[in-house]
């Protein structure tokens, strides 16, 4: 069974920078593909961020690039998402999830199979 738990949200200002953490239990975390993903309220789940198992490729939603970085430490099951110029409409509970498909899939929510509880990450103005 795999678990994931996010961590690092919290509240920043306009400008600032968080980064989010989501450990993973399980032998098998380096034969994942990982995601984050956010939900404001009153809004779907978007995409965020992805990386392939390896950390070799990653995809980032147009609304992040430049600003996020997904990472991960395949040696303490974990992968990270480095939040910097923080917008207002960055303003959402972030989680992670953990999935086996590659590529432009990894945008897709239906593709992951295991998700944490998420973190909250609130900009203020």
């Known amino acids: 069974q795999v678990q994931l738990v996010e961590s690092g949200g919290g509240l920043v200002q306009v400008g600032g920078s968080l980064r989010l953490s989501c450990a993973v239990s399980?032998?098998?975390?380096?034969?994942?593909?990982m995601g984050w993903f956010r939900q404001a309220p009153g809004k779907e789940r978007e995409f965020v961020a992805a990386?392939?198992?390896?950390?070799?490729?990653?995809y980032y939603a147009d609304s992040v690039k430049g600003r996020f970085t997904i990472s991960r430490d395949n040696s303490k099951n974990t992968v990270y998402l480095q939040c910097n110029s923080l917008k207002p409409e960055d303003t959402a509970v972030y989680y992670c999830?953990?999935?086996?498909?590659?590529?432009?899939?990894?945008?897709?929510?239906?593709?992951?199979?295991?998700w944490g509880q998420g973190t909250q990450v609130t900009v203020s103005s």
């Open positions: 999830a953990a999935g086996a498909y590659v590529g432009r899939e990894l945008t897709n929510p239906k593709r992951y199979t295991n």
């Open positions: 399980g032998r098998t975390f380096s034969s994942y593909s």
């Open positions: 990386s392939s198992w390896s950390g070799g490729s990653t």
